[in-house]
C-alpha cells in the first residue's frame, strides 16, 4: 500500500494525533500527468558570492545597478562583480528597514537613520533636529513615511528628500491606542501595524499633512513582531498579537487579516520564549513564494509557500541538532536570489542546484504516520517492506575529482578539460549517497536506531531505495516512520509504499 509520506509539516501538540515533520524539504503539486500528484524536493543550498564587512547581515536593498548591504556596523554599496565599497558608519545591532526613492537610500537603524545619496555620493546621518528617530520606512510618491519609535506617531520627510523634516509633518495612528510599531507601502497604501490593530492611509494630497485615513481600513488584529512584517504575492505578511492572543501568521485579503498559520505552527510558536525578535522576508523561486520567518532567540525558522499553502522547517545542521537557518534577509540581485548571513559578513545565493550550505551538511528530514489517515484497525503489523519512491542514481563526483565520460574508453575529463585515462586518475571518488531511515512505535516519543539504504551513485538510475525486515509494532499498534540525508545530492521524492500484514490483535 501506498503510505502518505507526502504533506506539508504538522507536528501537533501530541504527536500521537500527528508526527508530519519537514525540514529543508518542500513540497510541489504536478498539475496533471504525474506519476503522483506532488512530490518533495529539496530546499536550496547556499552558495558564497562574497563577504561584506564583518557581518551580521543586517538588512539587504536594490537599488540601481547596486547592492546596499548593512554589514555590522557599516553600509556597503556592491556592483555586480560582487565588488563592495564602505560608504559609512551606521548604529544599532539589530535588522535595518530600507528604501529609495530613486535618489536617495534610506536607512533606518532604530532609531537613528542615515541617508545614502547616491547622485552626489554622500553618505550622512539624518541631523535635523525634527527627526524623532525611525523604526522601519517606506515609499510612496515622493515621500519617505517612517513611524517614530515607541509612539502612535508616524512621519512624512520633505518631498524628494530624506534628510529635511517638517515638525508639523506626522499623524497618529488613533484608531486604537496602541504603538505603531511597524508599517509597510503596499499597492501605494500606508499599512501602520499596531500591537493590537492594523489601520491603513493612503496620499489624500492634502496641504498640511498630505495621507488621510481610509475609511473602514481597519482591523483588530496587530503586529507582534516589527521586522516580521513582508510583502509577496500581491499581499502583505506578519507575524500577529491582539487583544486576545500572540503567534498567529497571517496574510491580508484586502483590509482583512487571514489566518495561513495551522495549528501545529503555532503551537511552535507559542512555545518560545521570545516572539517580537521575529524576522520576516520573501523571496520566489521556481514559482514558488516563500515567506521565511526567522526566531532569533528559539534558533528556529519556519517557511511558508504560497503555491501549495504548506509550511516546512528550513534549517542548519550543528552536527547533533538542527539550528536556524543562516539566512537573515533576501534581495533580488544581479539575477540572484541574494541571502545574508546572520552570522557573518558573507553573501550567498539561493541556489536548487548546490545541496549544501556553504560547504557544510545541509540535513533534510521527513517524518510521516505509516498508515494514512482513519485506516488504523489497532491490530498488530508485521513491516516486511518500505520502499521509497525517489529520483535514483543521483551521487555525485566530489570537487577536485574526475568526471567520467565513457564507460567503454575509461577516459576521464580534469576540471581543467584536459583528457587522461582512467588508470592515471587515483582520485575518481563516486558519491554513494544514503537515506537514513528510523521509525517510532509509541506514536513520536522514542526512536529506533538508523538503517541506511543507498541511492544510487551516479547513473544507477534503476537503485531501488528499499528496508526489509521492518519488525512488528508494539502494543500502541502505530508506527512513525522518519527518513533523512546529508549527502550533498539532489533530493526528488514521489511517494513510498509499505508492504505490511496483520497479525494476530
Not at 545597478?65 to 539589530?94: C, E, P, Q, T, W
Not at 537603524?109 to 522601519?136: K, L, M
Not at 515609499?139 to 515638525?167: C, H, K, M
Not at 529506533?448 to 534503476?462: D, I, L, Q, T
Request: proline share 4%; with cysteine.
Amino acid at each position: 500500500m501506498k503510505t502518505p509520506i507526502l504533506g506539508s509539516s504538522y507536528v501537533a501538540r501530541s504527536v500521537n494525533a500527528a508526527d508530519n515533520r519537514m525540514v529543508n524539504l518542500f513540497p510541489e503539486i504536478v498539475p496533471e500527468a504525474g506519476k503522483e500528484p506532488a512530490f518533495l524536493q529539496r530546499c536550496p543550498g547556499l552558495r558564497y558570492l562574497t563577504n561584506v564587512g564583518q557581518g551580521p547581515i543586517r538588512g539587504l536593498w536594490k537599488f540601481g545597478n547596486f547592492l546596499y548591504v548593512a554589514s555590522g556596523g557599516a553600509l556597503y554599496k556592491v556592483d555586480g562583480n560582487y565588488n563592495a565599497i564602505n560608504l559609512g558608519m551606521i548604529s544599532g545591532s539589530g535588522p535595518v528597514s530600507m528604501v529609495d526613492n530613486g535618489e536617495q537610500l534610506f536607512v533606518a537603524c532604530n532609531p537613528e537613520a542615515f541617508i545614502y545619496n547616491a547622485a552626489t555620493d554622500v553618505f550622512s546621518q539624518i541631523t535635523d533636529p525634527d527627526f524623532p528617530g525611525a523604526v522601519t520606512v517606506g515609499y510612496l510618491d515622493g515621500y519617505f513615511v517612517f513611524n517614530e519609535p515607541n509612539s502612535q506617531r508616524f512621519w512624512v520627510t520633505s518631498l524628494n528628500d530624506g534628510t529635511a523634516i517638517d515638525p508639523l509633518d506626522f499623524a497618529s495612528a488613533e484608531g486604537n491606542p496602541d504603538d505603531v510599531v511597524s508599517l509597510v507601502v503596499d499597492h501605494r497604501e500606508v499599512w501602520l501595524f499596531g500591537n493590537n490593530t492594523i489601520e491603513v492611509w493612503y496620499n489624500a494630497g492634502l496641504a498640511d499633512f498630505p495621507l488621510a485615513r481610509i475609511s473602514g481600513a481597519f482591523m483588530e488584529t496587530g503586529c507582534l513582531a516589527p521586522y516580521s512584517v513582508a510583502k509577496l504575492d500581491n499581499s502583505v505578511f506578519w507575524l500577529g498579537s491582539d487583544a486576545r492572543g500572540n503567534g498567529i501568521v497571517y496574510r491580508n485579503n484586502g483590509y482583512n487579516g487571514v489566518r495561513v498559520s495551522t495549528h501545529a505552527v503555532e503551537w511552535h510558536i507559542q512555545k518560545y520564549n521570545v516572539l517580537n525578535d521575529a524576522i520576516g522576508y520573501t523571496y520566489q523561486q521556481d514559482g514558488h513564494s516563500f515567506y521565511v520567518l526567522v526566531f532569533p532567540t528559539a534558533n528556529t525558522t519556519w517557511v511558508y509557500d504560497v503555491a501549495t499553502q504548506s509550511w516546512h522547517e528550513r534549517a542548519g545542521w550543528d552536527g547533533v541538532n538542527f539550528v536556524r537557518h543562516r539566512g537573515n534577509c533576501q534581495a533580488n540581485y544581479n539575477g540572484e536570489i541574494v541571502i545574508g548571513d546572520w552570522l557573518n559578513g558573507n553573501l550567498y545565493a539561493f541556489d536548487l542546484d548546490v545541496y549544501t550550505d556553504n560547504n557544510a551538511v545541509q540535513r533534510w528530514l521527513r517524518s510521516w504516520r505509516a498508515l494514512p489517515t482513519g485506516q488504523n484497525d489497532f491490530k498488530r503489523t508485521a513491516h516486511h517492506m518500505l520502499q521509497l519512491d525517489c529520483e535514483a542514481g543521483v551521487g555525485g563526483v566530489p570537487t577536485g575529482t574526475f568526471l567520467l565520460l565513457t564507460e567503454d574508453d575509461g577516459f576521464l575529463l580534469t576540471e581543467n578539460d584536459e583528457f587522461i585515462s582512467a588508470a592515471g586518475a587515483t582520485t575518481l571518488q563516486n558519491v554513494d549517497p544514503q537515506v537514513m531511515l528510523r521509525w517510532s512505535d509509541d506514536g513520536g516519543h522514542t526512536w529506533s536506531n538508523e538503517h541506511w539504504a543507498p541511492m544510487g551513485k551516479v547513473g544507477e538510475y534503476y537503485q531501488r531505495v528499499i528496508w526489509r525486515r521492518l519488525g512488528m509494532t508494539l502494543k500502541l499498534r502505530d508506527r512513525v516512520y522518519e527518513i533523512s540525508g546529508t549527502d550533498p545530492v539532489k533530493i526528488a521524492i514521489m511517494g513510498a509504499n509499505l508492504i505490511a500484514s496483520p497479525t494476530r490483535a
